[in-house]
């Protein structure tokens, strides 16, 4: 049994689909429909542009999610039918590229979404007043007693759990800060600072939350034709009122990656393919479980590892 998963913020790259725009025809209708939406050339700034400017989250937002809709979409060209996969899942923001990938949401109104989700993330918080950093050699217990330990008037929240030695924290960069040097002096082999332009699932995301809640309430959802394992139960859904809340839920809470996962292989998943561009998700899923393949699929030429 297969899987598949889809990335989320900082897989991204100049020239990411690229070679699948110019070689398959339904990737290159996934970007113009993605353009169109937007009013804009966004698949020019993924395919030419300044990374500077691909990386701000109104952009990378949508333009993960088109990449790997681009890419699925000539999966499905070739013979592959998502209906063969048990579960879809993706991280933060690749959760609505799974949501579009099983039929759930229209892909013009996921870019739409999207982009709308980068802008509030990012009007939520002032520049330099939120920060998050990954702990790395830490488990969860282990980083929850330190959150303890650190709170205070400021925030500092556990964003990502992410796999067994490798949790994210977002909050109030002072908080974030100290943070990282507790870490250190608890046994953390690493504490880093994430170069990403807010604290993205904490608190300080509320405004961002009770403005997608308007949007996310009048979206359009139909049933997945296969289950979703949402980030913030890491537990399969079909149930789309279930969804709606989980979407919204999601932009404050954490995401479950390594229970996703550990769920994944509790249900008889033998392989998972990532589906966009970058490896973040293989290599987090190869350090969370064994024996469960792993499998990326972001160039033309990886095509071929996906049997029909």
């Not at 996934?30 to 300044?50: A, M």
């Not at 949790?167 to 040097?181: D, F």
């Amino acid at each position: 049994m297969i899987s598949l998963v889809f990335p989320g913020q900082g897989s991204q790259y100049i020239g990411m689909g690229k070679d699948f725009s110019n070689n398959f025809p339904i990737a290159n209708e996934v970007y113009n429909e993605v353009d169109e939406v937007l009013g804009f050339s966004l698949s020019e700034l993924i395919f030419n542009g300044q990374i500077e400017e691909l990386t701000l989250t109104k952009n990378a937002q949508p333009a993960i999610m088109a990449t790997s809709i681009a890419i699925l979409k000539t999966l499905e060209k070739e013979g592959f039918n998502i209906t063969k996969s048990k579960f879809v899942a993706g991280h933060s923001l690749g959760e609505y590229t799974a949501l579009c990938a099983s039929g759930a949401i229209s892909l013009a109104d996921t870019a739409h979404i999207l982009k709308m989700r980068g802008i509030f993330m990012q009007e939520a918080v002032s520049v330099g007043v939120g920060a998050m950093a990954a702990i790395i050699g830490l488990n969860l217990d282990k980083v929850k007693t330190l959150v303890a330990e650190i709170k205070g008037n400021e925030i500092c929240e556990i964003a990502n759990d992410n796999e067994p030695n490798q949790v994210v924290l977002s909050g109030h960069k002072i908080a974030i800060e100290k943070a990282c040097v507790k870490a250190k002096s608890l046994g953390a082999k690493r504490a880093v600072l994430l170069p990403v332009s807010a604290p993205f699932h904490c608190s300080l995301m509320a405004s961002a939350q009770k403005n997608m809640t308007n949007l996310i309430s009048e979206l359009n959802i139909e049933k997945p034709i296969v289950p979703l394992i949402s980030n913030v139960t890491s537990i399969p859904t079909q149930k789309i009122e279930e969804i709606r809340k989980n979407l919204i839920n999601q932009i404050t809470g954490r995401v479950r990656w390594r229970e996703s996962i550990l769920f994944m292989k509790k249900s008889g998943i033998q392989k998972v393919y990532e589906v966009g561009p970058g490896r973040v998700l293989c290599n987090l899923i190869r350090r969370i479980v064994d024996n469960v393949e792993q499998e990326n699929i972001s160039k033309v030429e990886d095509l071929l590892k996906l049997g029909n």
